[in-house]
């Protein structure tokens, strides 16, 4: 019988007066992915903290091979053949491709001078990538590559060190279905070479694709292991949340008002060119597209942080001049970022204090914050939208991303916004917390709230949007209802079908 490549046994560690993890023990073995699942805050990143080394463990065993280690920092980790695959990138911008995967093992002509053998780097480099079948030029620039290649590029460095163990922490939160691919076929290589590979995700479609069993954590204990194979995606959620859940896209079908936005000729920078649009009341309009197509660059049009080139803007009949966030929250729009935590909340804030921040005029009397009404106003968000919060005057920092992603919804639901952007609003939280997000949504529509959903998960926008819009190079390439709403007709127009 094959033993573990890494082992834990009833490991423990406090991280806050407030959560622990708890006696955690469970197996990981080469040439396997193993997933971990769970709802935010549910302990999979500390977890994997404290394999990497990030959080040494306060009690417990961890063993490789059988044989019992202690990893009490990254480096240790490191040595012991353990990576870890950020989201973030931690590669050298400016170094190439090949530099950067040899940066730990650079080949020298001479190693007392220190003299690198160029050529046998990027002779080294291309071995690798036909060895793993990936194709890249390992002359370019890190900084000139996608997300998805990146990605790959840390890969490649940890192999090349001689990791065995890779620690993947939700890898496709920010790539495209096309980008994703790319990681799998890099996955699916590692596998073959016998690596261990531990792997956080949200995304119940992916899972099926590359794992071979899911381990679910709630409330940091391990609640449960199965094979992919035998795997019922509603025992998975039920385990995960404690709670049926029935339907993950709850859309409401509610009747389409008249046109409360309407885009003419929008173009901005030479990225998105002559965009036309409308939107109704109580309509969700979705709008997808590969990265670079142009996406955010509409929201931020929109909202007043990026200037137009040439366009017109209308809501409801009237022409208006956004030229400025508050040009755009006085006309009635919000929006909701694609990073919420640099672009949307102040961390070292509590939480009333984000909710009532565009809002303060509501929370003021005679031009000074009243801390009553602002903490009753809070509450009564915190209780709506079932924010897991403890209590207001907790700092934001401490919530989980799906938390967070409320009270980032909650400040603009104060603001009475008729017409409301989101950006990716479900991008690395769990499912349970989406589907709050998509309830809140729905709560919003039939308010006569107008909603522009952007996001990447394709399944996202067919189960919640009245119609989709696909950019491709900046261009809307088609808009889609109904029957046509399909996966297989947006994937056509999003990589430039006609």
Known sequence: MLSPVLKLSNINKKLSDFFSLKNISIEFYGGEVHVLMGENGSGKSSLMNVIWGAYPKDSGDILIDNVPVSINSPIDAKKLGIAMIHQNSSLFENFTVAENIFIDNKP??????????????????????NKLGFSLNCKSIVKDLNLAQKQIVEICRAYVSNARIFIM????????????????????????????????????????????????????????????????????????TGMELKNRYPKLHVKIGKEVLKVNNLSSDNIIKNINFSLKKREILGIIGLVGSGRTKIAKSLFGIDKLDSGEIFIENKKVNINSPKDAIEAGIGYVTEDRIFNDLFMYLNIHENISAPNISRVSNKHIIDKKIESKIANSYIKRLRINAGTVNNKIAYLSGGNQQKVVLAKWIMSKSKILILDEPTKGIDIASKVDVYNIMNEMVTKDVSIILISSDIDEVIGMCDRIMVLYNGNIAAMLKGDSATRENIMFYATGGK
Do not use: W
């Open 108 to 129: 020298y002509s001479n190693k007392l001078l220190k003299t690198i053998n160029k050529s046998k780097m990027y002779s080294l480099c291309e071995d690798l990538f």
């Open 169 to 240: 922490d939700e890898p496709t939160s920010s790539l495209t279905d096309s980008e994703s691919y790319l990681l799998f076929k890099i996955i699916e290589e590692l596998k073959k070479s016998g690596a261990a590979i531990i792997y956080i995700s949200h995304k119940l479609e992916e899972i099926h694709k590359i794992a071979d069993k899911i381990t679910v954590i709630r409330g940091g204990e391990i609640i449960g292991t199965q094979e992919v194979k035998s795997m019922e995606v509603n025992n998975i959620i039920h385990m995960m």
